[in-house]
């Protein structure tokens, strides 16, 4: 019978089938963090349960640590006690961690494709959302609650029932300065953000295929933004060469072998999905976000929607705005570039572009945090860091930071922040704050003038997008 | 776990849409390493003004309703995976949420915690928070083992789903990890089957 690529991860990661129930699903790598690891630690420890592959585990601090001065200890005292409790219990269960200061520190879903632990075909899950990313690599990654942290810890399998299969097929050429970002921001725009629920997601067509690893990741790990548990890309010649001779990559002829694996695993050309959605890429421009979930955005140059709803407008009160308004010209006093959907090394490259040679307005306070050690390094050795930080924007060090606000980098209440995160919720980068969403390029525009303005008629001599 | 059979209860409503993690249970609320006290910040920047003082207009506050059960708008609980979601629910009293859509991570995170998220169609919740809004002393009456939700004396009755398995966790207070250790075996023989 024909599969889908999700099909055929998913068919042979199955150890049993319960009867009449779920089934035992088995986990090829589990990532953890400091936040939703420490009660499922406790859990097994209450039950004298062992750790059964502890190899399979990789742990990384990320969520909630300082962007400064990591070499110093953490002043905010809950967040010590948490970033210790992952050591110590990384260290009483002999579990692989990359805490502050190690060189491969960083996001969790940043960190890990960058070592070759992520690769196609793979099973992954971590106590985080947006684990979705992995996808990116023709993965099955999904974000689990603690409690199936804790059934990971203990069983390396998890009790699920098979979810159902969507593809969104996007074709044709993206606009000059349509960025990854864009394009899912435009997909959650259209299809809202309860139509994957229940679903596993497939990106397909050539917009996707010509896109980079980077870019993919950033596609896929907005899926849970529509509801879809995980999404994901065919892998192909791109994938296989980002993972190539990466530090845990499989190497020689074992790579070749895997190679010859992950090539059987792309969708059968008459599989069904349960659901199809198809897109031009010609109709998709630069994408911000209104409101205060990511499916409430719009093209750069519409005008806010109107509804008459009461969720709707109390989205549209908390973010300051009217219905009908332009966000075209707003003043805005915060930009963020980092979080898990782009703080990769392509998403500052792009920035760098557009910012070479610029200053970022008086009124800005612009935050450049990389998603890791590897990429702060990176952006060093390219010299882009010379160019953020001659243009006036503060350079800090990897972590989730202002993403969702669990360090000290919050945005104020009643500012609007224009962000590269995946988020907008009440309260996402602090109490109060207005968050939209939007790409490094728009970002990076927007710190230099001060306001939203339309990125594509100042493009053209940009090498990168 | 807490068996959960059936369950009588007032109601509290809270009819906003697409009620994400975040507002549950803000990011700087999860720094604990134990499961216990998140009901104490369960919906805090809702539930409290910006000086600290209590929202009068919010229904949790409002002296008016209490209960077990919150009826929610749709899409509850989507978002970031945070279990601390559940456990400030469980926390703050609920035993149950009703909704007319649930996302995936939330429904499951509440499962494996006794808390029973009830799915209902868009015109029995919009009947449900009508009623409850009216009379906030209406009784709702839940039924896990026949699998229905009622307001006796009333045409509101509605029979929900939910997978079989996790009926039988819930119903007897078990939980996924005594059953996947139990299956140890299997795992390991799928593993040393396995050629990539």
């Known amino acids: 019978m024909s599969k889908t690529l999700f099909d055929k991860v998913w068919d042979s990661h199955v150890v049993d089938e319960v009867k009449d129930g779920p089934q035992i699903l088995y986990i090829d790598k589990h990532l953890i963090h400091e936040v939703t690891s420490p009660q499922a630690f406790a859990e097994l420890e209450e039950r004298n349960i062992p750790l059964f592959r502890k190899d399979q585990i990789v742990a990384t601090a990320d969520h909630n640590v300082p962007t400064k001065d990591q070499h110093l200890p953490i002043q905010d ?18 579990v692989t961690l990359y805490g502050l200061g190690h060189p491969y520190q960083g996001i969790v879903h940043v960190m890990a494709p960058e070592l070759g632990i992520t690769q196609p075909g793979m099973t992954m899950v971590c106590g985080d959302s947006h684990t979705s990313t992995h996808g990116a690599f023709g993965t099955i990654a999904f ?58 997601a497939e990106y397909a067509g050539d917009v996707f295929e010509n896109m980079s690893m980077e870019g ?30 990466r530090e845990f990559a499989p190497k020689g002829a ?10 059987t695993l792309p969708t059968d050309a008459d599989a069904v999905f349960d659901k199809e959605y198809s897109f031009d890429a010609e109709d998709i421009e630069p994408m911000v976000t209104y409101g205060t979930n990511p499916g409430m955005g719009i ?3 519409e005008n806010i929607p109107s509804k008459d709803d009461v969720s709707f407008e109390k989205s549209l009160e908390y973010m300051g705005f009217q219905k009908g308004e332009k966000l075209l010209g707003k003043t805005i006093n915060y930009v ?10 392509e998403d500052f490259r792009i920035a760098a572009d557009y910012i070479k040679g610029k200053q970022k307005a008086a009124n800005v306070n612009a935050l450049i945090v990389p998603g890791s050690q590897q990429v702060a390094k990176q952006i060093k050795e390219e010299g882009i860091q010379d160019i953020f930080e001659a243009a006036g924007f503060e350079i800090r060090q990897s972590g989730c930071s202002a993403c969702l606000g669990m360090n000290e980098d919050k945005i104020p209440a009643g500012e609007y922040c224009v962000s590269t995160s995946n988020r907008n919720f009440e309260g996402r980068q602090g109490q109060g704050a207005r968050t939209i969403l939007a790409s490094p390029l728009v970002a990076a525009a927007t710190a230099i003038s001060g306001k939203i303005v339309d990125v594509s008629e100042e493009i053209e001599e940009l090498e990168l997008v | 776990m807490e068996k959960f059979v059936t369950l009588t209860s007032r109601a509290i409503p809270l009819s906003i849409e697409n009620i994400d993690t975040d507002q549950i249970i803000p990011a700087r609320f999860l720094k604990a390493t134990s499961k216990a006290g998140f009901g104490e910040n369960l919906f805090r920047d809702w539930r409290f003004n910006k000086d600290g003082s209590e929202n009068k207009d919010f229904a949790l506050n409002q002296d008016i309703y209490e209960g077990k059960i919150l009826v929610a708008g749709d899409n509850f609980g989507c978002g970031s995976s945070r279990e601390h979601a559940a456990w400030a629910l469980t926390d703050y009293g609920f035993k149950v949420i009703v909704s007319s859509y649930f996302a995936d991570i939330f429904k499951g995170n509440a499962l494996n915690n006794g808390l029973l998220p009830i799915q209902v169609s868009p015109e029995t919740l919009k009947k449900l928070l009508k009623t409850i809004k009216k009379d906030p002393e209406t009784e709702l009456v839940i039924n896990l083992e026949k699998q229905y939700l009622t307001i006796e004396g009333t045409d509101v009755k509605e029979s929900f789903e939910i997978d079989a398995y996790k009926k039988m966790c819930m119903m007897n207070g078990y939980d996924d990890i005594d059953f996947l250790v139990s299956n140890k075996d299997k795992i390991e023989a799928f593993e040393a089957s396995r050629t990539f």
Request: net charge positive.
């Open chain 1, 216 to 245: 993919r990741m950033t596609v896929c790990n907005m899926s849970i933004e529509m509801g879809a548990r995980g999404g994901m890309i065919a892998p192909d010649e791109t994938t296989f060469e980002y993972v190539k001779g």
């Open chain 1, 336 to 345: 963020f570039i980092g979080s898990c959907t782009n703080s990769r090394i």
């Open chain 1, 143 to 200: 974000g689990i609650g603690t409690s199936q942290v804790a059934q990971v810890f203990a069983s390396q399998c998890l009790l699920l029932s098979k979810p159902k299969s969507m593809r969104i097929s996007v074709n044709g050429k993206l606009k000059k300065g349509v960025l990854p970002k864009d394009v899912i921001l435009y997909i959650i725009a259209k299809l809202g953000t309860n139509s994957g629920t229940g679903y596993f």
């Open chain 1, 299 to 301: 093209k750069i140059s």
């Open chain 1, 77 to 94: 005292l809950l967040s010590k006690k948490q970033v210790e409790m992952l050591t110590e219990n990384c260290k009483k269960h002999d």
């Open chain 1, 254 to 263: 074992e790579f070749e072998k895997k190679i010859a694996y992950w090539k």
